[in-house]
């Protein structure tokens, strides 16, 4: 059973940081309680366009926030000052983009005001190390059974290098892309179309079950009770300052563009992000709830780690490396 809570927005973001400054625990139970800012941003330093939301606490949904504008400041000196991008639509959310370029080292503080001086929330960041260049990918189609059924798959060893001397937080992101040929149904003119799918299996993987790997008829029969990593978040604690081969699975065939024959090109970009404790905390939170390990009515009452001040949210900020796997 999954459920849905909407005191923060659920960002599925493929870009993430790292914090400094105190992470408070902000309870989802927001009855009786006045409103509050939400800033949610999981940033990637390596992009200049980044999309920072804006809300406000509700006891059913988040509400809206009029009149608006964030500060950006990167140690110490403002590099931006922003105003929110027009609200369209139905789902008329504030939002803005950031395009200040950001470095490892960097101490990063995001201030969002409304313009009549009743909200002001903060958040501050330094910008983690560059994840070391993934030393190696080998892949071989193998077959395996998902779900009780029998298929081929795609199975990548990606041998990574921790970084030394540091207590390190990542992500592993598996973006696969299908470029084809569609047809426009209204004026028959042909367009090129990308579809992303970042589905992977990783319950093989010492590191990524959290020293808990499974096979398909523990997940099948519900044998064991524990979140999915949906999110490919990890720490270095099994391998600090050492290399380590992740296994991981994703099925070959290409995504769905029409029919195969429109298919330009298939392939998969293998992505290693170093992110905060905060966005680690963050994800691992979102892993649970977003499971059938966590059901509200007999778990304790949820709470989701936060690093804004004023308010509540998630501003976090990651680097990355990445290599480019074609698939025949």
Same mark, same amino acid.
């Given at each position: 059973? %999954?459920h849905? +809570?909407?005191?923060?927005?659920l960002?599925?973001?493929?870009?993430?940081?790292?914090?400094?400054?105190?992470?408070?625990d902000?309870?989802l139970?927001?009855?009786?309680?006045?409103?509050?800012?939400?800033?949610?941003? +999981?940033?990637?330093?390596?992009? +200049? %366009?980044?999309?920072?939301?804006?809300?406000?606490?509700?006891?059913?949904?988040?509400?809206?926030?009029?009149?608006?504008?964030?500060? =950006?400041? #990167?140690?110490?000196e403002?590099?931006?000052? +922003?105003?929110?991008?027009p609200?369209?639509?139905?789902?008329?959310?504030? !939002?803005f983009n950031?395009?200040?370029r *950001?470095?490892?080292?960097?101490?990063?503080?995001?201030?969002?005001?409304?313009?009549d001086?009743?909200?002001?929330?903060?958040?501050?960041?330094?910008?983690?190390?560059?994840?070391?260049?993934?030393?190696?990918?080998?892949?071989l189609?193998?077959?395996?059974?998902?779900?009780?059924?029998?298929?081929?798959?795609?199975?990548?060893?990606?041998?990574?290098?921790?970084?030394?001397?540091?207590?390190?937080?990542?992500?592993?992101?598996m973006?696969?892309?299908?470029?084809? !040929? =569609?047809?426009?149904?209204?004026?028959? !003119?042909?367009?090129? %179309? =990308?579809?992303?799918?970042?589905? *992977?299996?990783?319950?093989?993987?010492? #590191?990524?079950t959290?020293?808990?790997?499974?096979?398909?008829?523990?997940?099948?029969n519900?044998? *064991?009770?524990?979140?999915?990593?949906?999110?490919? =978040?990890?720490?270095?604690? %099994?391998?600090?300052?050492?290399?380590?081969t992740?296994?991981v699975?994703?099925?070959?065939?290409p995504?769905?563009?029409?029919?195969?024959e429109n298919?330009?090109?298939?392939?998969?970009?293998?992505?290693l992000?170093?992110?905060?404790?905060?966005?680690?905390?963050?994800?691992?939170?979102?892993n649970?709830?977003?499971?059938?390990?966590?059901?509200?009515?007999?778990?304790?009452? *949820?709470k989701?780690?936060?690093?804004?001040?004023?308010?509540?949210?998630?501003?976090?900020?990651?680097?990355? #490396?990445?290599?480019?796997?074609?698939?025949?």
């Open positions: 059973m %999954r849905h +809570l909407y005191t923060f927005p960002l599925v973001i493929m870009a993430i940081l790292t914090t400094v400054s105190c992470e408070n902000l309870p139970n927001v009855k009786g309680h006045s409103p509050k800012l939400i800033m949610n941003a +999981l940033i990637n330093a390596d992009s +200049l %366009r980044n999309t920072l939301f804006l809300n406000l606490t509700g006891k059913e949904h988040p509400g809206n926030v009029e009149n608006a504008f964030l500060e =950006i400041r #990167v140690n110490g403002i590099k931006e000052k +922003l105003y929110p991008l609200q369209t639509g139905e789902n008329r959310q504030c !939002k950031i395009s200040t *950001f470095t490892p080292g960097d101490v990063v503080r995001i201030d969002a005001y409304t313009e001086g009743q909200y002001h929330a903060w958040a501050e960041a330094i910008v983690p190390s560059r994840p070391l260049e993934i030393v190696r990918i080998d892949t189609t193998v077959s395996m059974t998902q779900h009780g059924f029998q298929q081929d798959y795609l199975r990548y060893k990606i041998t990574i290098q921790d970084i030394s001397d540091e207590t390190n937080y990542y992500r592993l992101i973006d696969k892309q299908t470029i084809g !040929k =569609i047809t426009d149904e209204t004026t028959g !003119k042909p367009s090129i %179309r =990308i579809v992303h799918d970042y589905n *992977f299996i990783s319950r093989e993987d010492v #590191v990524l959290d020293g808990h790997p499974v096979t398909d008829d523990d997940e099948t519900g044998m *064991f009770d524990t979140a999915e990593n949906i999110y490919g =978040i990890f720490d270095d604690s %099994r391998f600090k300052n050492q290399t380590y992740l296994t699975y994703n099925r070959p065939v995504n769905i563009i029409d029919n195969p298919i330009l090109e298939n392939f998969v970009t293998v992505r992000l170093s992110i905060s404790q905060t966005e680690y905390r963050y994800l691992t939170a979102l649970l709830i977003e499971s059938d390990a966590f059901d509200e009515i007999i778990n304790e009452p *949820f989701y780690p936060s690093n804004v001040h004023g308010g509540t949210g998630i501003v976090s900020i990651s680097t990355e #490396v990445s290599q480019k796997i074609l698939i025949n």
